[in-house]
């Protein structure tokens, strides 16, 4: 489904830097995510957004940050990477006005954190 | 606190032979449990929610209360059924928490 983008597709980064994760949608959809995905331990939320002025913290959100830039838009940024945080980040979308619990997703992106 | 425990991290059948996949939770309130599936290459998407009691691709689950479980089931196994199944519980803020999911392999 290309209608929920994110961009870096793969990044590869050393210890302390700072990354930015993007994610566009063109859904128009209200609602936004993200997760982690880890071998075993399935996906795990990060943040969410129901709407440009709403975002809380999910279940992992330790070094992580958020931004809502737009209804479209919604950036996770680690703000100084460190090697747990390798992992494949997905981002997706919901509206309240769809059957509660379907979510939309991305393509992922592949974060390694050297 | 919620859980949703997928026991088995991987599964493997024959084709044309039944499968299951186990999904247990732990919820306070009323549940709402969904799976979703990750076939290769492909994006995760909604394979199917208890409150439709649909049946998709042959799959059904069906929300039992008393053994707080949604297992999902398909009487005969094919090959494009192989991939990633992940059980999710509706939160009480709206969101989904997802198990950890069973890798299933049909063999030929």
């Known amino acids: 489904d290309a209608d929920v983008t994110q961009t870096p597709r793969n990044r590869i980064t050393k210890t302390g830097k700072r990354i930015m994760l993007e994610c566009s949608q063109t859904?128009?959809?209200?609602?936004m995510y993200w997760y982690r995905q880890d071998p075993g331990l399935g996906l795990r939320l990060i943040y969410y957004s129901f709407d440009v002025k709403d975002i809380n913290k999910g279940e992992i959100s330790d070094g992580y940050s958020v931004s809502r830039q737009a209804q479209a838009k919604f950036s996770l940024s680690l703000e100084s990477a460190i090697p747990n945080q390798t992992a494949l980040y997905f981002c997706?979308?919901?509206?309240?006005?769809?059957?509660?619990?379907?979510?939309?997703f991305g393509p992922g992106t592949r974060l390694t954190v050297l | 606190a919620q859980r949703v425990t997928q026991p088995e991290k991987l599964l493997s059948v024959f084709k044309g032979a039944p499968v299951e996949l186990k999904c247990n939770y732990s919820y306070s309130g009323s549940p709402e449990l969904f799976w979703y599936v990750q076939y290769s290459r492909q994006r995760l998407q909604l394979l199917l929610r208890h409150i439709s009691r649909e049946s998709i691709k042959g799959f059904t689950a069906d929300l039992n209360k008393g053994e707080t479980s949604f297992h999902l089931k398909k009487p005969f196994a094919q090959e494009e059924d192989s991939a990633m199944y992940y059980c999710?519980?509706?939160?009480?803020?709206?969101?989904?928490?997802f198990g950890t999911g069973t890798r299933l392999t049909v063999i030929p």
């Open positions: 859904k128009g959809h209200d609602r």
């Open positions: 999710a519980l509706r939160t009480g803020a709206n969101n989904l928490f």
């Open positions: 997706a979308t919901g509206d309240r006005d769809l059957v509660v619990g379907e979510q939309f």
